[in-house]
Nanobody, 126 residues
Framework: QLQLVESGGGLVQPGGSLRLSCAAS????????IGWFRQAPGKEREGVSC????????DYADAVKGRFTISRDNAKNTVFLQMDSLEAEDTGVYYC???????????????????WGQGTQVTVSS
């Protein structure tokens, strides 16, 4: 059974860091692009970042460029999101998702992704 499981969320002060993980089971990640999305209370889900199947290409939302870094370890079937210089506006539930193809679309659109994890809560607050 195909499954994505996020972990690493929590409560952090503004300016702090968190590292999220997305572990896959039921398939091997190295054939697919993986994305991160987030959803704040009362807001629509928004794209954060995407990484191509072998890690050679990445996309970032303007709001996180220079602060977040996406990476992957296909040997461990895991994708990571390193989040630095966190701001209150980064608060939300973070989801990882898998595309059906190996490349990112360049647009970070939720409807381009077909398999989703359950999410992990990130709260940035003093």
């Amino acid at each position: 059974q195909l499954q994505l499981v996020e972990s690493g969320g929590g409560l952090v002060q503004p300016g702090g860091s968190l590292r999220l993980s997305c572990a896959a089971s039921g398939f091997t990640m190295d054939g697919y692009a993986i994305g991160w999305f987030r959803q704040a209370p009362g807001k629509e889900r928004e794209g954060v970042s995407c990484i191509s199947s072998l890690g050679g290409s990445t996309d970032y939302a303007d709001a996180v460029k220079g602060r977040f870094t996406i990476s992957r370890d296909n040997a461990k079937n895991t994708v990571f999101l390193q989040m630095d210089s966190l701001e209150a506006e980064d608060t939300g539930v973070y989801y990882c998702a898998r595309r059906r193809v190996a490349i990112c679309s360049g647009y970070l659109r939720a409807y381009d992704y077909y398999y989703w994890g359950q999410g992990t809560q990130v709260t940035v607050s003093s």
